[in-house]
């Protein structure tokens, strides 16, 4: 969202809750103060750059087209005007670290911006990559395509494929569940996720120290019961990593949300846990995209008590 009044323009990264997860300045258009507008900010509206920090200090005209570029993990976001860049609020934006974002007419750092010149060598080939992954992801037939790999990849490991639920329904990112019957021996049924992978979660860089062996994943639960049951947890989990802004690994939990009778597992049960290891299920590896490995998490049923 960019908010714009006669003195400045400041864009937010907000969930569709409202939560501003990013602010940055982009303009003054009118001549800057010597310091911080305190009255301003206090009466909340957008903020004026102090004077030291802007390359415009009297002001520049209005905004012109705006466009805009989001990476893949879908928590960052780059602002062009006129295609020219014009601002960034990356996904590891915080406001109450003094980290707003990255704006082109920012001087130096300041709680409102920091200088986009000053990091644009290591954002470029992040929007780069961002440009790519878009491109191909709204072209025609690349949901398919992904789609069969991921597919021809659960036959080979855990055997033919038996019904096929989506679980996107109106939202991003699209998301399936395959079901894979008993099989060769195997007396319980798998089932995956198919397309969580095709996207990187957010936030992974912000807690791991090689991102790109842990940003794919795909879920996988197995089951004696009924598979549709069982399937309402990846339907629950498949899209949660982008509209939660956050990303799921080995170990963690996740509480079931409705009432603990409904849980598909049993209501003695609050939740699952994450493995990425679990022991007598069928190994899933083997699989990558986009130049990185995909690790399957499986779930497993888990009591806080």
């Avoid at 310091?35 to 005209?61: I, K, W």
Wanted: aromatic share 12%; with cysteine.
């Amino acid at each position: 969202m960019v908010e714009r009044d006669e003195a400045a323009s400041v864009a937010y990264l907000c969930s569709p809750g409202g939560e501003v997860h990013g602010a940055v300045w982009l303009a003054n258009h009118a001549p800057a103060p010597e310091v911080v507008d305190l009255a301003r900010l206090n009466a909340g509206a957008p903020p004026v750059m102090p004077r030291p920090n802007t390359r415009h200090p009297e002001g520049r005209h209005a905004l012109g087209q705006l466009t805009t570029l989001w990476f893949e993990e879908g928590d960052g976001v780059a602002l062009y005007e006129n295609d020219e860049l014009l601002a960034v609020i990356p996904g590891w934006a915080d406001m109450s670290r003094g980290m707003p974002g990255y704006a082109r007419d920012a001087v130096g750092e300041t709680p409102f911006a920091w200088a986009l010149s000053e990091a644009l060598e290591g954002l470029q080939p992040r929007l780069t990559h961002a440009r790519a992954y878009w491109q191909w992801r709204h072209s025609e037939g690349s949901w398919a395509s992904f789609q069969q790999f991921v597919m021809g990849h659960l036959d080979r490991t855990v055997g033919p494929s038996g019904r096929y639920w989506d679980a996107s329904g109106e939202r991003l990112p699209t998301v399936g569940i395959t079901e894979r019957p008993p099989y060769a021996g195997r007396d319980f049924t798998v089932l995956s996720t198919v397309g969580m992978s095709c996207q990187r979660m957010p936030t992974v860089e912000q807690w791991i120290d090689r991102p790109r062996a842990y940003a794919r994943i795909e879920l996988a639960v197995a089951t004696h019961g009924d598979p549709r049951e069982a399937a309402l947890l990846l339907v629950w989990l498949a899209q949660y990593p982008w509209h939660s802004v956050t990303w799921l690994g080995h170990g963690h939990t996740a509480k079931w949300y409705h009432e603990p009778s409904t849980f598909p597992l049993g209501a003695q049960y609050d939740g699952v846990i994450m493995l990425a290891e679990a022991p007598h299920m069928p190994d899933l590896s083997g699989f990558g995209f986009g130049g990185e490995a995909v690790r399957w998490l499986w779930l497993e049923a888990w009591n806080n008590a």
